[in-house]
């Protein structure tokens, strides 16, 4: 089967689906102040860090162009496009407009775009899921059947080691912000079925919030021995490792991937952050 799996640049992907020629990564554009940095693979986490640390602003993204997903669309077989969720981010209605623009002119064409209701590696699940279900010689409109339901039972959660993204962009007051760092709580966070985000539980002190969040995991997981485990960490891998071993002290995942946090997530996870999909 000749197709193509586009993902904007939130997928935070391990390297052998990076070296996939199949599956190619439409990056978003990022924006502090007055510093822009494209998230390609020539994005400079430490950079971006430290700017961000500096800067009483909230970092911005600015999504794709349709055009820009319209260029990587396969002219000689299927496209599925895996999006950061529609409640985050405009990467979905732009790739949904490019889906309508490319169709007027090549109508017999299938493409599909997916809203994750997600971020980070939950967008790599839905991804690798995608290309199993292809490898397993599935029709296009089986696949789309399966991948939603596939998305209808992940879940995603994170802990971030900061509060300062959410408040300096009004997630979060600036006395709540003031009261967390004091007592050093941190929120145990996760994704609404529609892709919005909500506290699910706090703890004080970030292992232990960690902690809480494998036993979240353990408590909610729809048959981890079918499922991978997938962990960003936003330059903490130490940290990675830690919450990788407390889940799988409690739960029997298929298997399970590390990987660094790129443009996207490093910006909505900010240093020290982890998040999770199953």
């Known amino acids: 089967m000749d197709y193509k799996i586009l993902v904007d640049s939130c997928t935070d992907l391990p390297k052998e ?26 994005f400079n986490q430490g950079e971006f860090l ?38 985050l981010s405009g990467s979905y209605n732009s790739a949904e407009l490019a889906k309508r623009l490319y169709l007027e002119e090549n109508p017999d064409k299938n493409i599909e775009v997916i809203d994750s209701r997600s971020a980070s590696v939950g967008q790599t699940l839905i991804t690798m899921k995608i290309r199993e279900f292809i490898n397993q010689g599935l029709k296009f409109d089986e696949i789309i059947q399966k991948i939603n339901a596939f998305r ?24 709540q912000a003031i009261v967390a760092n004091v007592l050093n709580i941190k929120p145990v966070m996760g994704a609404t ?27 909610d997981v729809i048959k981890p021995q079918e499922r991978i485990l997938g962990i960003a960490h936003c330059n903490c891998l130490e940290r990675a490792k830690f919450i990788r071993d407390e889940i ?29 999909a199953y």
């Open 17 to 42: 689906i990076k070296e996939d020629s199949r599956i190619n990564s439409i990056p978003l554009t990022l924006m502090v102040d007055d510093k822009v940095f494209v998230d390609n693979g020539e």
């Open 50 to 87: 430290k700017i961000m640390k500096e800067s009483s602003n909230s970092p911005r993204s600015a999504c794709p162009s349709p055009e820009d997903y319209m260029k990587g669309f396969n002219k000689d077989g299927d496209t599925f496009v895996v999006t950061l969720s529609s409640e």
């Open 152 to 175: 209808s039972e992940m879940n995603t959660k994170f802990v971030l080691e900061s509060l300062d993204n959410l408040r300096k962009n009004g997630r979060l007051s600036h006395l």
């Open 193 to 219: 079925p529609e892709g919005t985000i909500t506290k699910l539980e706090q703890a004080r002190g970030i292992k232990k919030a960690l902690v809480t969040m494998a036993k979240i995991i353990e408590s």
């Open 248 to 276: 799988l002290s409690r739960v029997p995942f298929k298997d399970w991937f590390i990987v660094d946090t790129a443009g996207v997530s490093t910006m909505y996870a900010n240093e020290g952050g982890i998040i999770v």
